[in-house]
């Protein structure tokens, strides 16, 4: 009893960190949502399809790119199935850092943590990881948060589309990167972390100048990785 | 219904469901994990950097560093607050307060 208690209240000391990182991120994610809905609504399709595409898929990006291509009349299923495929391709590093630590979960936890993986959560998950420890409450609960978030402004996006113009305008969007940044400084205490942190700017600058969609953090992860096994083999 | 819509949206949430189960699945069946695990080990830090630099210095798609860029100002403000504090709720809340003003002074 003692001991279930102690559990109970350790994963609600963690739930409530999870919900005080979260939600400037959620914040950032709102404007995203809105979009969504709104070019949704833009090139043809019913506001129960957008709803369902962000219930079902939840991964903005991907989405973006699929609603673009459901507003040429070209693009069939291979093709955006395709296209969202490529865009998710940088989930399967994420997914590969966080196994080690997922593998302790049953497999319904297992998959809705996988089922929910995004950029947000991994890094919001991933940060907790270094200045605490890996904790699978935590990550189950911002995932859900950010679920919640991502597929209620969908809808709001669908049922105010004529009201609002262009929410990604509004400095919203700044949130996040504001959010991050913190827990990035905390991420970055040793001087090997703040290398790869600088190699990882680099490199995501370069993608994003040279790539489309989100590989540039593809390419910052395995320039980051590179840069980890060098310094890894000067130490030794 | 359009069926061929559903269908789609289902396409595509199979296949994001594969990207992010992929590794869990590799790290369950495959035996020689932990020699790719080191070198995996930067990846979270990098995933960060690259949530927070690119949308700093090239918020419309170019790079764009120059005292004009709000989110540049903005973020600079944040990174700042973000090393005195540590504390989230005070870098994001006067790091927007920062990024509003901008705007609103037209900078």
Redesign the interface.
Known sequence: MADSAAVSGENEGTQRQAVKDAVPIMLGVIPFGLTCGLMGITVGLTAFEIVLMSALVFAGAAQFAAILLFGTTAAGWGLIVFTTLVVNLRHILMSASLAPSMQQAPLLKRFLLSFSLTDESFALTTAYRIRVGYSAVYQLTVSILLYFVWVGSTALGVLFASQISDPLAWGLDFAMPAGFIVLLVQSIGNRKNRIIALIAAVASIAGALMLPGKWYIIIACLAACLAGLVIDKEKS | M?W?????????????????????V???FGKN??R???????????????????????PD?R?HISIYN??LI??AF??LL??KT????I??AL??AM??SL?YFGL
């Not at chain 2, 080191?38 to 090239?58: D, E, H, K, Y």
Request: net charge positive; glycine share 8%; hydrophobic share 55%.
């Open positions: 359009r061929d819509i559903i269908s789609i949206i289902l396409g595509m949430a199979a296949v994001t469901l594969l990207t992010r189960s992929a590794g869990l590799w790290h369950s994990f932990s790719y695990e080191n070198f995996l080990r930067p990846i979270p830090i990098a995933v960060l950097t690259a949530l927070v630099v690119p949308s700093l210095l090239m798609g790079l709000p989110y903005a973020g944040a990174l973000a090393y540590r504390n989230v709720f870098t994001v790091g927007m990024m509003l705007r």
